[in-house]
C-alpha cells in the first residue's frame, strides 16, 4: 500500500469525523458521498425513507432529518 493513500486516509477522517448519516459506517477515502440536510452521506444510502429510490440529484424533501422524494413527502408522518 502507498504511504500517501495512508496519510490522505487520515486527513479524511480528521477533515469529516463522522460517518454517514444513513449507515452509520464510516465514509472511507474513494466511496463516493454527499452533504444534504447537514449530513454526509454515501450515496447510496442517501434513499427516501419509505421507497428507498435513491435522491442523489433529485428533488428531495425531509422530515426529522430522514430524506424522503417528492412521492412520499406527504404521505408520511415521522
Ligand atoms: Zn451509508
Ligand atoms: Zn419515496
Do not use: D, F, T
Given at each position: 500500500m502507498h504511504p500517501s493513500f495512508l496519510l490522505s486516509k487520515t486527513d479524511f477522517y480528521s477533515l469529516f469525523g463522522t460517518g454517514c448519516h444513513?449507515?452509520?459506517f464510516p465514509i472511507e477515502a474513494g466511496d463516493k458521498f454527499l452533504e444534504a440536510l447537514g449530513y454526509t452521506w454515501h450515496d447510496t444510502c442517501f434513499?427516501?425513507?419509505?421507497?428507498?429510490?435513491?435522491?442523489?440529484?433529485q428533488t428531495f424533501f425531509s422530515k426529522k432529518d430522514k430524506p424522503l422524494c417528492k412521492k412520499h413527502t406527504h404521505t408520511v408522518k415521522i
Open positions: 444513513g449507515c452509520e434513499v427516501c425513507a419509505v421507497c428507498c429510490s435513491s435522491l442523489e440529484g
